[in-house]
């Protein structure tokens, strides 16, 4: 390979690009180049091997086999920062900024020697109000970041990497975080980076979003380079089969035939945690035969909702009904007592017990009901765990390995088995099928649908607006802890969706 | 360097290692007696033969095991449940302090008084951990700080003791309670050997715990408890009771090695009954990895290095120090172990 100038050569090359982790090989020899101008965008299920990518890129693995250049020049391997210094900068999904410094002072952490005198504060200002300017990312530079939005936060994290220089931004599913119109305004801001001559590589599972961005698209599946096409010469439908390695349907629910409410929230509020908010004199109704879509920006208050409905939080106002009857105590043995099943949104922090085995795991929430006197009854455990294990095909060595030893979408169904199979009137599924194989996805969904056909209530919390457009009988809007009036099925436009998750209707609502 | 996690260790990792650990161990006591002048096959050759090499010394060897076994299986509990008891130096004392309470002020028969100086041991020192499980629970007060503070407070309140009200009229002056009846001492499992019914109830607690740990609700809670407490209160596990319960049985549990070493070995309550019994089961619980049938062999083991390091430096002029010095470097080799076992060291 013959080393072409950087005027004219691609920005950024990684060439047969192989890591392995024991058997495991997470990328196998992947090449991508990067051009002047263009916006790239990275697409494969989780566990493709992006991240490993991105890592090797930035020196925090060092690849068996291959090379990184950055502007023609070979990057020094395992050596974190050298990407950095060679003018790459990288958006993460999880916003490194310390909340109790200014705009400026995050932007500035780390650009100069730590003993300088001269603070050159006016410069920087300036220097990073032009780039505002240039980009349309408006934020003030005195705020502190705690008080910004996500959206603003994760502006200054495009500004940082401009301010250092970067030619080539990489952007690691900058969209979950956003609503659909904060999404425009960074795509905005995108074109006219490379408008300029900037580079994006742009990380994400989002079909729609990599159409409208991109203008080519590389697939990976498992560690595999499986194609690369022209944005133009492509449509959504083959990128998933691409992606996937195989035909991919939606489910479809049939329509919705909801009876009695099951779940009542009568005015209901909780404690702020932090930075989390509570939520402020929410009144929901959970029916029968329904799913019920709750759609939002993370952070406004899924959490709360979701814990009080598991019985972690007891409300600090209002009353809460199970199939008319006000509850008592509210804790999570109450709810499941009240026949709730719940899919909680961290399967490895609140939904498993890692070093516990799939047994131990699938009897969490029934052991105690099972028990005699204080004895576990593993016996019973352990064919229920099989039962589990056969009708919701979790991939496993058997009930008896440990969980942690269980890739995400097999947790996943063993926490649905473990749900659905105590067989509840309500279900709460807080982010069911984030991170999985669009395989498992598509499983789980299905699965929520046959439940809400059983007659079961559900809840569906996502930050997909898709997903909860695909599956919600009904959909609220949670803003600021308020949640909007329902919205049946197909009276709501994603645009108009996005602006009750601004913020925007709740005065005249309410 | 840096340490990569290993998802599912082999045989050779999670046996080799601790053998190896077993063998450094070694390795070093060998170099210890050299440097103090002695040859170090002899030394070796007297210690293992002073801790097991006659009926006297193995039975020296698990009377000095049976209060560790009690300790040891205090600690694997509560660190079972991540609950931190450093304080069953504490709870040891009080439990002996209620053996010594009632078996010299009720005078009860012996088949009488002997279960209720059990009762009465396990109550003192569940209550003696009980105040910091629930600053823990309740206040968030950190139960590392408390148990161990109050080991002092419970010494310098048995001196008190020893000195004015509890001290022995008949004592010559010594700091020493009056000793319990013979009739309510343990008896000694086989008539003529030194070796009383206090190694039994250990044992039969080493099998209680694990059957306990293994087969009931209580331990299946105690586990979730301290893998993922986030976890088990989401899946309705009271957990906050599941600590109080933890504090309460492992507090018992290092009260009984009070008990059986004054109602089975000395009869009466001094300020050194306790050869930091309490600490050193938290070795011995390290060692077993909180297993608690390996509780038992770790116990032995550390009891076999105290007892054999005792008896080899009445023989060779090595000091008895070295017990102490390979006590701890057993520990850092085993902990080192543990630690290679879950993760690999990879360069770069």
């Known amino acids: ?510 | 360097m840096r340490l990569e996690p290993i998802a599912a260790p082999g045989p050779m990792r999670r046996i080799g290692l601790p053998a190896l650990a077993l063998a450094a161990t070694v390795v070093v006591a060998c170099a210890l007696s050299a440097l103090a002048g002695a040859n170090p096959a002899r030394t070796l050759g007297l210690m293992i033969t002073g801790a097991f090499g006659s009926k006297f010394a193995l039975l020296e060897t698990l009377n000095r095991a049976t209060p560790l076994i009690f300790t040891g299986l205090a600690i694997a509990v509560a660190f079972k449940a991540k609950l931190w008891n450093i304080g069953a130096e504490a709870q040891l004392y009080a439990g002996a302090l209620l053996t010594v309470l009632i078996g010299t002020q009720l005078g009860l028969p012996g088949p009488l008084a002997i279960p209720l100086m059990a009762l009465g041991a396990i109550a003192a020192g569940a209550l003696v951990l009980l105040g910091p499980a629930l600053l823990k629970t309740r206040l968030g007060v950190d139960e590392v700080v408390t148990t161990l503070l109050l080991n002092f407070v419970m010494a310098l309140f048995i001196s008190y003791l020893l000195e004015g009200p509890l001290k022995d009229p008949m004592g010559m002056g010594w700091p020493k309670s009056p000793s319990i009846p013979r009739d309510a001492r343990l008896p000694r499992i086989v008539d003529g050997l030194r070796l009383h019914w206090g190694f039994a109830l250990a044992l039969l607690c080493a099998a209680g715990v694990w059957v306990i740990q293994t087969r009931t609700t209580l331990g299946y809670e105690i586990r979730a408890t301290g893998q993922n407490p986030e976890a088990a209160r989401f899946a309705g596990i009271p957990v906050t009771r599941v600590i109080v319960k933890t504090a309460l049985l492992s507090g018992g549990l290092a009260a009984l090695a009070g008990f059986s070493e004054v109602a089975g070995l000395e009869g009466n309550l001094t300020t050194d009954l306790s050869a930091s019994f309490g600490y050193t089961g938290i070795v011995v619980a390290m060692l077993a990895l909180l297993h608690p049938l390996g509780v038992v062999v770790s116990a032995l083991f550390v009891a076999g290095i105290f007892v054999g390091a005792d008896s080899m430096s009445r023989a060779a002029e090595v000091p008895t120090y070295i017990a102490d010095i390979l006590l701890a470097t057993a520990l850092l080799f085993m902990v080192l172990a543990i630690l290679l076992t879950k993760f690999r060291v990879v360069r770069g």
């Open chain 1, 1 to 510: 390979m013959t080393p072409k100038t950087p005027a004219q050569g691609p920005v950024l090359r990684l060439s047969g690009i192989t890591k392995r982790f024991g058997n495991l090989t997470a990328n196998d020899g992947i090449s991508l180049s990067l051009a002047r101008g263009e916006v790239v965008a990275l697409l494969g299920e989780n566990g493709a091997g992006k991240t490993t990518l991105m890592n090797i890129l930035f020196g925090h693995y060092t690849a068996d086999e291959g090379t990184v250049q950055v502007m023609g020049r070979d990057l020094p391997p395992g050596q974190p920062g050298a990407a950095l210094k060679a003018g790459v900068g990288m958006v993460h999904q999880h916003f490194t900024l310390a909340g109790n410094l200014t705009v400026l002072d995050n932007v500035l952490l780390g650009t100069r020697p730590l003993l300088s005198l001269s603070s050159g504060r006016a410069e920087a200002r300036a220097r990073l109000a032009q780039l505002a300017r240039d980009f349309g990312l408006a934020v003030d530079p005195d705020a502190r970041v705690a008080t910004l939005s996500v959206g603003e936060r994760q502006r200054v994290e495009i500004l940082k990497a401009l301010y250092r220089d970067a030619r080539v931004l990489i952007l690691d599913e900058p969209t979950a975080v956003l609503t659909p119109q904060e999404a425009d305004a960074l795509f905005e801001t995108l074109r006219k980076m490379t408008a300029q001559g900037l580079s994006v590589i742009f990380i994400s599972h989002k079909l729609h979003e990599v159409m409208a961005i991109s203008s080519r698209v590389l697939v990976l599946r498992h560690g595999k380079l499986v194609g690369e096409v022209a944005t133009t010469d492509t449509d959504r439908h083959q990128l998933a089969t691409m992606m996937v390695g195989a035909e991919i349907t939606t489910p479809a629910p049939a329509k919705a035939r909801p009876g009695a409410p099951l779940l009542t929230l009568e005015q209901v509020s909780t404690a702020r945690h932090g930075e989390r908010p509570g939520l402020t004199a929410v009144d929901l109704e959970l029916c029968a035969g329904q799913i019920t879509g709750l759609a939002g920006v993370s952070g406004n208050g899924q959490g709360a909702l979701a814990d009080l409905i598991s019985g972690l939080e007891t409300p600090t106002g209002g009353r809460i009904l199970l199939a008319g009857e006000p509850v008592a105590d509210w804790t999570p043995r109450a709810a499941l007592d009240g026949r709730i099943g719940r899919i909680p949104e961290d399967r490895h922090k609140t939904g498993t017990i890692a070093d516990f085995t799939l047994t131990e795991n699938a009897v969490l929430e029934s052991y105690a009901t099972t028990a005699t006197r204080g004895w576990m009854n593993w016996r019973d455990a352990r064919t229920s765990t099989e039962t589990i294990i056969d009708k919701y095909d979790v991939r496993c060595p058997g009930p008896d390995t440990r969980i942690r030893l269980l890739s995400g979408g097999n947790m996943q169904k063993l926490i649905l088995g473990r749900v659905l199979e105590a067989a509840p009137r309500i279900i709460l599924a807080n982010q069911p099928v984030r991170g999985l194989d669009i395989g498992a996805v598509t499983y789980v969904q299905e699965q929520l649908i046959a439940a809400r056909d059983a007659g079961a209530a559900i809840l569906l919390i996502s930050e997909d607006l898709d997903e909860i457009l695909t599956l919600s009988d009904s959909i609220r809007v949670i803003s600021g802890g308020r949640l909007s009036p329902a919205f049946p099925r197909g009276s709501k436009t994603p645009a108009e969706l996005g602006q009750w998750m601004a913020g925007q209707g709740f005065n005249h609502a309410a």
